[in-house]
């Protein structure tokens, strides 16, 4: 089950005692800020993890950090790298051919230029694209009839290693008139030769775009690991290393002259000259963290960590309220019958305040502790040689 950024926030009214209404103590905005302020803290002991495929360069070690899944939650920290990914030459080249598109009669599309790209499927990931095919509808002709979809071969020819066959083809299309692929559907065998495309432009709005790189061959078993030094090149000198060089976005030609890590972040693997990349056909597999999303549109916050943004965020907006320390009297009525003291009051709320955030650091210390030992648990499959990814 997910949740959103308002479910926090009644959350946290609730158990503030800040029902809907004219006098509530918090503004929206200022639960917010709180909230956000949960979710940074929470981020630094648990994390989002997520990875992104980095092309090698030929006999290079030091790399830019990957691109982020979210621009608005860039990368913090490297948190594990493999590489390679996989068994060099067991992949499948991709299609060499594009489908056959021809108009149908009906009105899903729009009218104007469309185009077609297909990759392969593996037990493992998906090639790059083959080659595009474009078509124009007419008006009453607004379907496109796909055939002579490319089949993949029987499978790799590379001796020795577990056997990789295509399972499946993703084909990809652009809006009208545009030049940009989105994934349009999978068909899921190696067989089927045609396809009618009846989804409109709409559909195609929050589909991932084909792949650059090819990750359809045999994953190395157990996966190689590799020891890394982050916003560092081998020297560790005041400047990137390979300037101008295989430092652009994602490993791409491109420039990060000047202080190591401040103009472009980057990671050095700790590499032997026998597991230097030959080529570019290489993958490394870069996990990284970044901050957790948690708005309108949805969270990478497990469900049940959810109590942990709330007390964090209750917390702190109990930090930031500051009006009992703002109205305390001391009264006494002329007759010395009745005393009024709210001196206490100061006391009782940074007592009440202090209490929030000892069990939000304790949740805090749980959460780490839970994580560090998954971490510990990974298996190690006895020594390895050194040169075992050369054998």
């Not at 990759?119 to 474009?134: D, I, K, Y």
């Not at 290693?161 to 499946?168: E, K, L, M, P």
């Not at 549109?297 to 009992?324: F, K, S």
Request: with cysteine; net charge negative; hydrophobic share 35%.
């Amino acid at each position: 089950m997910t949740f959103l950024l308002s479910d926090i926030e009644n959350a946290v009214r609730q158990d503030l005692f800040d029902p809907a209404g004219a006098n509530q103590r918090w503004a929206t905005s200022d639960i917010d800020r709180a909230i956000d302020k949960a979710v940074i803290r929470y981020s630094e002991y648990y994390p989002n993890i997520a990875y992104s495929d980095l092309g090698s360069q030929p006999f290079q070690r030091t790399y830019p950090y990957p691109t982020s899944w979210n621009s608005s939650y860039p990368v913090l920290w490297i948190e594990r790298i493999l590489y390679p990914l996989q068994v060099h030459g067991s992949y499948f080249a991709p299609p060499a051919s594009a489908p056959t598109a021809t108009l149908a009669a009906g009105s899903a599309l729009g009218i104007g230029s469309y185009q077609y790209r297909v990759t392969f499927l593996s037990q493992g990931g998906e090639t790059s694209v083959g080659p595009a095919v474009s078509i124009t509808t007419t008006s009453g002709n607004q379907n496109v009839l796909l055939s002579n979809l490319p089949i993949g071969p029987a499978g790799t020819g590379t001796p020795g290693i577990a056997s990789n066959t295509v399972i499946g083809r993703n084909i990809y299309r652009t809006q009208v008139g545009g030049n940009t692929f989105y994934y349009l559907t999978t068909i899921g065998d190696n067989t089927t030769s045609t396809y009618s495309d009846t989804s409109s432009d709409s559909v195609l709005n929050t589909k991932p775009q084909p792949p650059t790189l090819n990750t359809s061959g045999v994953f190395y078993w157990p996966p190689l690991e590799r020891n890394f030094a982050e916003y560092s090149n081998i020297y560790d000198s005041s400047a990137s290393l390979a300037a101008g060089g295989n430092l652009g976005a994602q490993g791409a030609v491109g420039s990060a002259a000047g202080p190591t890590g401040s103009a472009e972040p980057t990671f050095t693997l700790l590499l032997n000259n026998a597991d230097l990349p030959q080529d570019s056909t290489l993958i490394l597999r870069v996990f990284y963290a970044t901050k957790h999303q948690l708005d309108s549109l949805g969270t990478t916050i497990p469900d049940i960590h959810r109590d942990i943004i709330v007390l964090g965020a209750c917390t702190y907006c109990m930090e930031a309220y500051q009006v009992p320390t703002n109205d305390n009297f001391d009264f006494q009525d002329g007759a010395l019958r009745d005393r009024l003291d709210d001196s206490k009051i100061p006391g009782a709320w940074l007592a009440a305040l202090q209490n929030k955030r000892r069990q939000f650091e304790a949740r805090l210390q749980e959460i780490k502790q839970a994580r560090d030992y998954a971490s510990s648990a990974i298996a190690h499959w006895g020594d390895v040689p050194r040169y075992w990814t050369r054998l």
